[in-house]
């Protein structure tokens, strides 16, 4: 198989516990290069345990999971080395300035960035006049686009995005998407979780729906609408007679709200 057909994400059969609790069932799913991946299900379903797993931040109860042909259970270094993961605002020292946080990160990787290299990587979230501000002066979109910098500096083949775009607003948005685009551009991969179902339908290629732990359906969401339009559940919960991917997860999962 050559690499341009190897997924660059597998998961198979993925369990996840937390003590008596089963918080992942089975999850099976792959993600190919040129693939943005959405993960999505109502609060609790399972997909930051999902994605922790992958980051390999928790030991499954079973399955497997690789990363670029990496066993992340087995060869966690390789496996680590070719994923990024875009971390909470919380995990930067808010007292070192932009410049040096993505100093400090390229440092992790053993990359050596200079004054002019930072410069550009600034430029391209437009934010050069801030290399000097504090990371805890930044918005909570500019923290966003800095931690996506992070995430992808040293040009990992699988980027993993935990809901990147809640509370931003929708010129932050754009722009975040426009960057998760330019992932897919380069023949790279992004998994992320989303309870924007507009996010879903703009930006990602195929998703899985995951509820109490497992998957219950995946496609792309063109197909995921088609094939449920003309399920009663789903008619009966869409709006203005058209129906919607949010129509489809509602009438898939129901429309009790979650413990
Ligand atoms: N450390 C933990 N200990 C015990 N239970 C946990 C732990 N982490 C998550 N859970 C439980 O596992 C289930 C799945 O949680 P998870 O965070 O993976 O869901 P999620 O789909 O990401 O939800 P949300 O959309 O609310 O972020 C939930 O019932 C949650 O309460």
Same mark, same amino acid.
């Given at each position: 198989?050559?690499?341009?057909?190897?997924?660059?994400?597998?998961?198979?059969?993925?369990?996840?516990?937390? /003590?008596?609790?089963?918080? =992942?069932?089975? *999850?099976?799913? !792959?993600?190919?290069?040129?693939?943005?991946?959405? &993960?999505?299900? #109502?609060?609790?379903?399972?997909?930051?345990?999902?994605?922790?797993?992958?980051?390999?931040?928790?030991?499954?109860?079973?399955?497997?999971?690789?990363?670029?042909?990496?066993?992340?259970?087995?060869?966690?270094?390789?496996?680590?080395?070719?994923?990024?993961?875009?971390?909470?605002?919380?995990?930067?020292?808010?007292?070192?300035?932009?410049?040096?946080?993505?100093?400090?990160?390229?440092?992790?990787?053993?990359?050596?960035?200079?004054?002019?290299?930072?410069?550009?990587?600034?430029?391209?979230?437009?934010?050069?006049?801030?290399?000097?501000?504090?990371?805890?002066?930044?918005?909570? /979109?500019?923290?966003?686009? =800095?931690?996506? *910098?992070?995430? !992808?500096?040293?040009?990992?083949?699988?980027?993993? &995005?935990?809901? #990147?775009?809640?509370?931003?607003?929708?010129?932050?948005?754009?722009?975040?998407?426009?960057?998760?685009?330019?992932?897919?551009?380069?023949?790279?991969?992004?998994?992320?979780?989303?309870?924007?179902?507009?996010?879903?339908?703009?930006?990602?290629?195929?998703?899985?729906?995951?509820?109490?732990?497992?998957?219950?359906?995946?496609?792309?969401?063109?197909?995921?609408?088609?094939?449920?339009?003309?399920?009663?559940?789903?008619?009966?919960?869409?709006?203005?007679?058209?129906?919607?991917?949010?129509?489809?997860?509602?009438?898939?999962?129901?429309?009790?709200?979650?413990?």
């Amino acid at each position: 198989m050559s690499d341009q057909q190897r997924p660059i994400l597998e998961v198979d059969q993925l369990s996840v516990t937390y /003590g008596p609790f089963h918080a =992942v069932k089975n *999850v099976s799913f !792959t993600v190919q290069p040129g693939e943005i991946f959405g &993960l999505l299900g #109502p609060n609790g379903a399972g997909k930051t345990s999902t994605l922790s797993a992958v980051e390999g931040l928790l030991k499954p109860q079973g399955g497997r999971i690789s990363v670029a042909g990496y066993s992340v259970l087995e060869q966690p270094r390789h496996a680590k080395a070719n994923m990024g993961v875009q971390l909470q605002s919380t995990s930067f020292q808010a007292e070192l300035n932009v410049s040096e946080i993505i100093r400090l990160f390229a440092g992790i990787y053993g990359l050596e960035l200079t004054a002019e290299q930072v410069q550009e990587k600034l430029k391209e979230i437009n934010l050069q006049d801030s290399a000097g501000k504090r990371f805890g002066q930044l918005s909570g /979109g500019q923290q966003q686009r =800095v931690s996506l *910098v992070i995430s !992808t500096i040293h040009d990992p083949k699988l980027v993993l &995005l935990d809901e #990147p775009t809640t509370g931003l607003d929708p010129q932050s948005r754009r722009q975040l998407w426009d960057r998760i685009e330019a992932i897919r551009a380069k023949g790279h991969a992004v998994l992320l979780t989303t309870h924007s179902m507009e996010e879903a339908e703009a930006v990602c290629d195929r998703i899985a729906i995951i509820d109490h732990g497992q998957v219950i359906a995946i496609d792309t969401p063109e197909a995921l609408i088609a094939a449920h339009r003309h399920d009663p559940d789903v008619i009966s919960v869409s709006r203005k007679g058209k129906i919607t991917l949010e129509d489809v997860f509602i009438g898939l999962t129901g429309r009790a709200v979650r413990s």
